[in-house]
């Protein structure tokens, strides 16, 4: 038997780069990232048309940004305007089109797309460059509060398909993110704050000191106070890319502890048809998460009400009647999501629950009976009258 070992690493690196008015003719950010082309850098950009909708001068002053710097960077075409949200991931012909411009703009492995929009469009835009040239550079700008400081600043990219969340996908590294706070002012109160439960659930597994800021600020939070979201952003974006930095950020193994919370949110957000924000079910699967964790005896009663109180503090709803749903064989449809979530990571089952607040503990089992018991507390506790 003859054979032929070959090992070897790659190195990525990116910025997340903090501005406001990003193409803002005074703002040289964007541009000075070009700084060492030897030509002018070709950009596609994509732009979410809900974001649009509330910015609606973007398009012009983008064009006047680039013709502005021309020297340095090239539009190639004009923008494309695609639906955000899961429209974005649950329909291919939006992929299609952005396949069929970078053919059409002779887009190459050495232009750029740029993705402006939630972490819903920076995942598509985000899989289409992955896939078009086996790779072209990816630059995103996140829009929302959500990817600001979780999704938009990560490795990972992807679409829906067979009615499972983030069925196809890839890892690729962004070559630079930007995060314009100046694009957070016109989000509804919803979109402000579901974004905010991806920073309480980094916080839960690994920072007590971060859970006690957003403690602190829970109120200033919840009444829009820029500053603090700001600051919450900041130290959230900075923790997923610490664990992005650890041994496993492709997800070779069946851990992913940045996924607390979301074995439940991602079958709540497809029970619900996408009505509610990933933000929001993610809320509802930390409190899920949380409970039985408390009912389990891992952690204190005191801790579980600290969370929960907090959860609630900043607006969250902790209970959805997507929870109860039961299917033909009389059990409750959302244990499906354990299996979904098996499937997507491979291995063994590996969901992260609670130690204490600031440390995660991996299990590779879950209890239904007391999943079920969990379900039945937010119910009678969080059910509107």
């Not at 400081?149 to 590294?173: C, E, H, R, T």
């Not at 009912?295 to 579980?304: D, F, R």
């Not at 009389?330 to 299996?339: R, V």
């Not at 204490?356 to 209890?367: F, L």
């Amino acid at each position: 038997m003859k054979e032929i070992t070959q090992n070897f690493q790659v190195q990525f690196s990116y910025k997340v780069i903090f501005t406001n008015k990003l193409f803002d003719i005074s703002n040289s950010t964007f541009v000075n990232y070009f700084d060492n082309q030897e030509q002018a850098a070709k950009n596609f950009i994509i732009i979410d048309k809900g974001m649009y909708a509330h910015h609606p001068d973007l398009i012009d002053s983008i064009e006047k940004y680039f013709f502005f710097n021309k020297e340095k960077i090239q539009l190639l075409g004009k923008p494309l305007i695609i639906e955000g949200g899961e429209a974005a991931k649950n329909n291919p012909s939006y992929l299609e089109d952005i396949l069929k411009a970078t053919d059409e703009l002779s887009i190459d492995r050495h232009s750029y797309i740029t993705a402006i929009g939630g972490g819903a469009l920076l995942d598509l835009v985000g899989f289409a460059a992955a896939i078009a040239h086996r790779g072209i550079r990816h630059i995103r700008i996140p829009t929302t509060v959500l990817a600001q400081n979780d999704s938009g600043v990560g490795v990972k990219n992807g679409i829906n398909a067979f009615g499972k969340k983030n069925y196809l996908g890839a890892f690729v590294p962004p070559v630079a993110v930007f995060n314009d706070d100046h694009f957070l002012k016109t989000l509804n109160d919803r979109d402000w704050r579901a974004g905010i439960s991806e920073a309480v659930k980094v916080a839960l597994i690994k920072d007590e000191l971060f859970f006690r800021e957003i403690q602190r600020d829970a109120e200033k939070l919840s009444s829009r106070d820029s500053d603090c979201m700001k600051s919450l952003i900041f130290r959230c974006a900075q923790l997923h890319m610490e664990h992005i930095a650890g041994n496993d950020p492709f997800e070779m193994g069946s851990s992913r502890p940045l996924d607390f919370g979301h074995w439940a949110a991602h079958k709540i957000e497809q029970l619900s048809q996408y009505e509610l924000r990933h933000g929001e079910a993610v809320a509802i699967g930390i409190a899920l998460d949380v409970t039985y964790s408390y009912l389990k005896g891992n952690i204190a009663k005191e801790t579980y009400e600290k969370i929960t109180a907090l959860l609630k503090n900043l607006g969250f709803k902790l209970y959805h009647h997507t929870l109860s749903v039961i299917n033909q064989q009389g059990e409750l449809t959302i244990i499906k999501g354990l299996q979904e979530f098996q499937e997507h990571l491979g291995g063994k089952l590996t969901i992260m629950l609670l130690e204490k607040i600031g440390k995660g503990i991996e299990v590779h089992e879950m209890d239904y009976e007391l999943i079920k018991k969990s379900v039945k507390s937010l119910e009678s506790l969080y059910t509107p009258v």
